[in-house]
């Protein structure tokens, strides 16, 4: 029972491992990350969301589709990225998804 730390996953690769055997899951864990975003404003976190979505639906051709390269790809959804918004809305379209604006509730 015990693992090694050389055996351990990460976090992101055990996001990565369930969404590729439930795909299904995608929509839902897209939602709850812009969800958590709308309120914390932790761009990182969804940095992290669409990374591995991205390594799910395959890093190489998710840059090709938004005419990146990979290690463009990769850098932009790095923890130190800071993609343009332009290449964040590329990514969620290249994805199926598209921004949206809702307004605040209260303000």
Request: zero cysteines; proline letters at 3%.
């Amino acid at each position: 029972m015990n693992k090694r730390i050389d055996e351990m996953v990460t976090l992101d690769e055990f996001e990565e491992n369930y969404l590729r055997n439930h795909p299904h899951e995608i929509d839902a864990y897209l939602k709850l990350t812009f969800e958590e975003l709308a309120k914390d404003k932790d761009l990182n976190t969804a940095l992290a969301t669409l990374r591995v979505i991205a390594k799910v639906k395959g890093m190489g051709e998710t840059a090709k589709q938004i005419g990146m390269t990979r290690q463009g790809l990769q850098k932009a959804l790095s923890p130190n990225g800071n993609p343009t918004l332009s290449t964040f809305r590329n990514i969620l379209e290249s994805f199926g998804y598209r921004l949206s604006v809702e307004k605040i509730v209260g303000e």
